[in-house]
């Protein structure tokens, strides 16, 4: 990382008005510079998430949904179908993302396909000179994230994870207030997730349906039969396809608790208990998770500091007033907050500082700061560098659950001391095949 913890809250986080967007893009504009062309762009993988950037994109005129790229020919029919409705134009519709990728005309792509997928498509993309905005969690193993920095830094392109509190204005103020010594040096961070989840059954091999061209949706991953609870959004619960609902859910608010903590490098010790503990199914990431990440001599004046994570998916009930939220001890009061949009400041003697309430989390912003770092080469608000520290955490605590061991950890090289096991999780097998991560050359 190279922001300091002393401007790490002073990122930009307004919604600014789309503005000229071809310096950086090479697309054409006036002479007068204050209109450009719409910026063409793809989505790749327009399903829940991916639907909701389409809805917000086709309302953004300073881009062009040139392509929609799926492997389900009804997802990407309906999302095509969907821009047609809202702007008038037809998108081309692919299913292979090598045809979004050499179309040199294409400036940015906005990936929301599978974890698996994720950092696959990001690297292909980057090195095919487009920018990237690219969903939580950045990566499906440690691993894939710094080859993700690699690919972004050594094109030179954008590089936007779809952690879209980053660009919410009332959680970057909140975390600002609490850092400006109100209670103290923050040592203790917490973030939970308490919602409940469905079962997903149990299932055996089967043919895929018609619509779905199933081995271009495994990608590089190591070939399996398909069965029908991969599909759709179940594949979060395999450990092929994805990261658990700590990569999920449980990353938004793991990444707003380190942005409040302050630690800008990896912890050096994590400890994990849990594993499934509600669910008999298919499912193998944990439905229930207890994790503590240590930072040593990471605060203002050299204690250590701890980030802890609670995951309950069968629980459906609120923990101090929300489902999903943060907690904030510091040395003289703590603060609790939900990125609903609700924190309430509390000081020595339990005696409530302030409490206050604003617009949860914030999608076209995150959208628009993508954009308009496009136009001036800045770094985003969730910059992968940024994300693949938080996103690291779901990893290290995945590892620490499944193992059942602590891990000594090393943030500079980015290894498990003294634990072979363990180390192998840090990265993955891969089948051979053309979308296969590779170091950057």
Same mark, same amino acid.
């Given at each position: 990382?190279?922001?300091?913890?002393?401007?790490?809250?002073?990122?930009?986080?307004? *919604?600014?008005?789309?503005?000229?967007?071809?310096?950086?893009?090479?697309?054409?504009?006036? *002479?007068?510079?204050?209109?450009?062309?719409?910026?063409?762009?793809?989505?790749?993988?327009?399903?829940? $998430?991916?639907?909701?950037?389409?809805?917000?994109?086709? /309302?953004?005129?300073?881009?062009?949904?040139?392509?929609?790229?799926?492997v389900d020919?009804?997802?990407?029919?309906?999302?095509? &179908?969907? @821009? $047609?409705?809202?702007? /008038?134009?037809?998108?081309?519709?692919?299913?292979?993302?090598?045809?979004?990728l050499?179309?040199?005309?294409?400036?940015?792509?906005?990936?929301?396909?599978p974890? #698996?997928?994720?950092?696959? %498509?990001?690297?292909?993309?980057?090195? %095919?000179?487009?920018?990237?905005?690219?969903?939580?969690?950045?990566?499906?193993?440690?691993r &894939?994230?710094?080859?993700?920095?690699?690919?972004?830094r050594?094109n030179?392109?954008?590089?936007?994870?779809?952690?879209?509190s980053?660009?919410?204005?009332?959680?970057? %103020?909140?975390?600002?207030?609490?850092?400006?010594?109100?209670?103290?040096?923050?040592?203790?961070?917490?973030?939970?997730?308490?919602?409940?989840?469905?079962?997903?059954?149990?299932?055996?091999?089967s043919?895929?349906?018609?619509?779905?061209? =199933?081995?271009?949706?495994?990608?590089?991953? +190591?070939?399996?039969?398909?069965?029908?609870?991969?599909?759709?959004?179940i594949?979060?619960?395999?450990?092929?396809?994805?990261?658990? !609902?700590?990569?999920?859910d449980?990353? #938004? !608010?793991?990444?707003?608790?380190?942005?409040?903590?302050?630690?800008? +490098?990896?912890?050096?010790?994590?400890? %994990?208990?849990?594993?499934?503990?509600?669910?008999?199914?298919?499912?193998?990431?944990?439905?229930?998770q207890?994790?503590?990440?240590?930072?040593?001599?990471?605060?203002?004046?050299?204690?250590?500091?701890?980030l802890? =994570? &609670?995951?309950? @998916?069968?629980?459906?009930?609120?923990?101090?007033g929300?489902?999903?939220?943060?907690?904030?001890?510091?040395?003289?009061?703590?603060?609790?907050m939900?990125?609903?949009?609700?924190?309430r400041? @509390?000081?020595?003697?339990?005696?409530?500082?302030?409490?206050?309430s604003?617009? /949860?989390?914030?999608?076209?912003?995150?959208?628009?700061?993508?954009?308009?770092?496009?136009?001036?080469?800045?770094?985003?608000?969730?910059?992968?560098?940024?994300?693949?520290?938080?996103?690291?955490?779901?990893?290290?605590?995945?590892?620490?659950?499944?193992?059942?061991?602590?891990?000594?950890?090393?943030?500079? +090289? &980015? +290894?498990?001391?003294? !634990?072979?096991?363990?180390?192998?999780?840090?990265?993955?097998?891969?089948?051979?095949?053309?979308?296969?991560?590779?170091?950057?050359?």
């Amino acid at each position: 990382m190279t922001k300091s913890r002393r401007d790490f809250l002073g990122q930009s986080v307004g *919604s600014v008005a789309a503005a000229s967007l071809y310096a950086a893009a090479g697309v054409a504009a006036d *002479s007068s510079d204050r209109q450009a062309e719409p910026l063409p762009v793809a989505i790749i993988g327009p399903g829940g $998430m991916g639907m909701a950037h389409v809805n917000q994109l086709v /309302g953004n005129s300073s881009v062009r949904l040139a392509y929609v790229c799926d492997v389900d020919s009804d997802r990407a029919a309906k999302a095509a &179908e969907t @821009i $047609m409705q809202k702007t /008038g134009h037809a998108p081309q519709v692919v299913s292979d993302m090598r045809r979004v990728l050499d179309d040199r005309a294409i400036k940015a792509v906005w990936i929301a396909t599978p974890d #698996h997928w994720h950092a696959p %498509a990001a690297i292909l993309a980057a090195n %095919a000179g487009k920018h990237v905005y690219v969903e939580k969690p950045c990566s499906h193993n440690l691993r &894939e994230g710094r080859l993700m920095i690699e690919a972004a830094r050594k094109n030179n392109v954008v590089m936007q994870v779809g952690t879209q509190s980053r660009s919410t204005p009332f959680i970057a %103020a909140a975390l600002e207030k609490m850092n400006s010594g109100i209670i103290g040096e923050i040592l203790v961070a917490k973030a939970w997730n308490s919602q409940l989840r469905g079962s997903i059954g149990r299932q055996t091999p089967s043919q895929p349906p018609r619509n779905l061209d =199933y081995d271009l949706w495994l990608g590089p991953v +190591t070939e399996r039969p398909y069965q029908s609870n991969f599909l759709p959004g179940i594949w979060r619960w395999w450990y092929d396809f994805g990261c658990g !609902d700590i990569g999920n859910d449980g990353v #938004h !608010d793991i990444d707003i608790a380190r942005w409040g903590l302050g630690v800008t +490098t990896h912890p050096s010790r994590i400890a %994990a208990l849990g594993g499934k503990c509600f669910f008999d199914d298919d499912q193998q990431h944990a439905d229930t998770q207890y994790v503590a990440f240590e930072y040593p001599g990471a605060s203002r004046s050299g204690r250590p500091q701890q980030l802890v =994570y &609670e995951q309950r @998916i069968w629980s459906p009930y609120v923990q101090e007033g929300f489902e999903n939220g943060n907690a904030f001890f510091g040395t003289s009061g703590m603060m609790i907050m939900g990125k609903s949009g609700r924190f309430r400041l @509390i000081g020595p003697k339990n005696k409530l500082i302030e409490e206050s309430s604003g617009a /949860g989390p914030d999608l076209a912003a995150h959208h628009q700061n993508f954009l308009d770092c496009i136009r001036t080469g800045k770094r985003p608000n969730a910059d992968i560098e940024i994300n693949h520290l938080s996103t690291s955490l779901c990893h290290l605590a995945n590892i620490a659950t499944r193992t059942g061991r602590v891990l000594n950890f090393d943030p500079a +090289t &980015e +290894t498990i001391r003294d !634990d072979a096991e363990a180390s192998q999780l840090l990265s993955r097998e891969y089948r051979e095949h053309w979308a296969k991560p590779a170091a950057s050359l």
